[in-house]
């Protein structure tokens, strides 16, 4: 009988202890559990699935049902985080802008006044001239004259007596005599003065006079021609040069009269152009 009671003892302390044991690992102390919430990040309602001696810190949130009131949030999660200063942006430098200024090519200025220069290449000659005058070159290399230079401002006139009307105009011509009866200079200008007065009856106005011309010496005389009454009718301003074997002679002419004429206001710039005439002298070599 005591044999009966021992053992329904021990087997009722047995299951007693059996019991326990299993609600202990059913249902963790609150301490334990407590740790638990803060860790894992879930209510001891719903505790995370499978085996959770395998759980890391962060906690499986993939099986918890959203919107539950339950649901503790994790602290460690809410703490942000101390990021370092963002710093401020470098500025950015513009890239210098390179300009290049092109200059402009300023057009020639031509001046009106300046005056042109005529070459003779048969004969060896230039000399200035004024731009308004009218330049006419002979056709050939004998031809007298060789160039004739003409004036602006031409004047028109008419006669009363014979209605004609008549146009007089100022010109410098230069003519060659490229076969000379001499060379010598003196000799040359008194027969051809001889001859003027001879078949033109020229009444000087100036006195024949040594000059130079193109640097060598020259002669010039200035006079009036008359017509067959003997009325006077061109004035001529003429310069004589023998260089090379060839006579060069510069001749100014316009209308003869006392008063104020296209000869008169042209005659400056026509002793211009003689005192401008060079020869391109020809040399041996010896």
Not at 43 to 59: L, R, W, Y
Not at 91 to 119: C, F, I, Q, R, S
Not at 197 to 222: F, R, V
Not at 263 to 274: D, G, H, I, L, T
Request: hydrophobic residues 30%.
């Amino acid at each position: 009988m005591n044999w009966v009671r021992v053992f329904l003892i021990a087997f009722l302390l047995s299951l007693f202890v059996n019991v326990f044991l299993l609600f202990q690992i059913d249902h963790p102390p609150i301490a334990e559990r407590v740790v638990g919430t803060l860790e894992y990040g879930y209510n001891s309602a719903f505790p995370p699935v499978g085996n959770s001696s395998n759980s890391t810190a962060t906690g499986d949130f993939s099986q918890i049902p959203p919107g539950n009131p339950g649901l503790v949030q994790d602290v460690r999660s809410t703490t942000p985080a101390t990021q370092p200063p963002t710093p401020p942006p470098t500025p950015v430098t513009p890239e210098p802008t390179l300009t290049v200024t092109v200059a402009a090519t300023p057009l020639p200025v031509v001046d009106p006044g300046k005056w042109m220069t005529y070459k003779n290449d048969p004969f060896r000659f230039s000399l200035e001239y004024p731009p308004d005058w009218v330049v006419t070159r002979s056709a050939g290399s004998q031809s007298r004259p060789a160039v004739t230079f003409t004036a602006p401002g031409e004047e028109e006139r008419c006669s009363d007596e014979t209605t004609e009307c008549y146009k007089y105009i100022a010109v410098l011509s230069v003519d060659i005599d490229t076969n000379p009866y001499t060379v010598v200079l003196e000799d040359y200008f008194n027969q051809y003065v001889s001859d003027l007065q001879h078949n033109y009856g020229i009444t000087a106005t100036s006195k024949s006079a040594p000059t130079t011309l193109s640097g060598s010496k020259a002669y010039s005389i200035e006079y009036y021609s008359r017509d067959g009454r003997g009325n006077p009718t061109k004035n001529y301003l003429q310069y004589f040069v023998i260089l090379d074997k060839k006579v060069y002679i510069l001749t100014y002419s316009g209308t003869y009269s006392t008063g104020e004429t296209v000869y008169s206001r042209n005659k400056q710039p026509a002793q211009e152009m003689v005192n401008s005439f060079t020869v391109d002298r020809e040399y041996k070599v010896v």
